[in-house]
């Protein structure tokens, strides 16, 4: 995604300071998880007629594995609603569950609790001791990971969450086109996808859904923005230099490793620097409720 100029969101995007959320709108987000998810596939190909309460909770386990920041947006159980509905549709009907683009049809919301309590469990500690997993794919980039320290700063995840213009999109999306923003990775970098919670070796949400808006191209950009100064303050330098700041924390050599529930970024030890130590942008963050995993970081 390109670089998208400041400005914010137009006006016009907002009507009385919050912009309702369209079923248009929110039926792309939920083409975007049912396009995406395992679980809802399994359930179309096992013909199973799933109604009321069944329906919900098939719905929640499906948003937590693709997007679990869904169950902490303000319109979580509106989403939760309609992709019950679509798991509830008959079976055999490919247009209702797992097809990117399809059209939104009406459907009463379910209520639901959009807590982060919702949000899956973090597993197990590995032991450290174990074997390397073989998985590691190497990056330039390992230190995009470092971003995640920021969050906070950022507004993420609720005030993100929160933005009218990204409320069509999976915050998947949304964190691969701020990185994309921010630093000139190839969109097959596995730094790009562990950054955004995702398996290297699965499509890009940017790759399957549909091009961005201009609204939705600005909201991410001010989101980089935001990173960026939020960066170069954390490491002492001038706001104006958040985007020349953000390339050189991020230009790391290293490995992502991946298992569901998990994800490591391994440096070599010459990758260590004191101002980030000192800033504690490489401290392991842990279990990232938002992402849906725990996400550590070794210098080996």
């Not at 100064?229 to 390339?247: Q, S």
Request: hydrophobic share 45%; charged share 20%.
């Amino acid at each position: 995604m390109a670089p998208a100029s400041s400005g914010g969101v137009r006006p016009s995007a907002v009507a009385g300071g919050v912009a309702p959320e369209s079923a248009v709108v929110r039926g792309r987000l939920v083409d975007e998880v049912l396009g995406r998810s395992v679980l809802a596939r399994a359930v179309a190909r096992s013909r199973l007629r799933l109604d009321g309460a069944d329906a919900v909770a098939w719905a929640a386990l499906v948003l937590a594995e693709v997007d679990p920041s869904v169950l902490g947006r303000p319109s979580g159980g509106a989403v939760v609603g309609e992709v019950a509905r679509r798991l509830g549709a008959p079976s055999g009907r490919v247009g209702d569950v797992g097809s990117v683009g399809g059209s939104e049809r009406p459907g009463s919301p379910v209520p639901v609790s959009t807590t982060p309590a919702d949000a899956p469990r973090a597993p197990e500690p590995k032991d450290d001791t174990a074997t390397p997993n073989p998985r590691g794919l190497p990056t330039r980039w390992a230190g995009l990971l470092f971003l995640l320290a920021l969050a906070p700063a950022v507004g993420l995840p609720h005030a993100v969450l929160a933005t009218p213009a990204l409320a069509g999109r999976s915050l998947p999306w949304v964190l691969q086109g701020v990185a994309l923003t921010l630093v000139p990775a190839a969109g097959d970098d596995p730094a790009l996808a562990a950054f955004a919670g995702l398996d290297p070796l699965e499509p890009s949400p940017l790759r399957v859904a549909p091009p961005a808006s201009p609204d939705e191209r600005c909201a991410v950009g001010e989101l980089a923005g935001r990173w960026a100064r939020a960066a170069a303050e954390a490491l002492g330098r001038p706001p104006e230099a958040g985007p020349v700041t953000v390339r050189a924390l991020a230009a790391r050599r290293g490995e992502i490793v991946f298992d569901p529930g998990w994800i490591e970024a391994v440096l070599p030890l010459d990758e260590v620097d004191v101002d980030v130590r000192v800033a504690g942008l490489d401290l392991d963050p842990g279990w990232v409720w938002w992402l849906g995993c725990v996400v550590r970081y070794r210098y080996v």
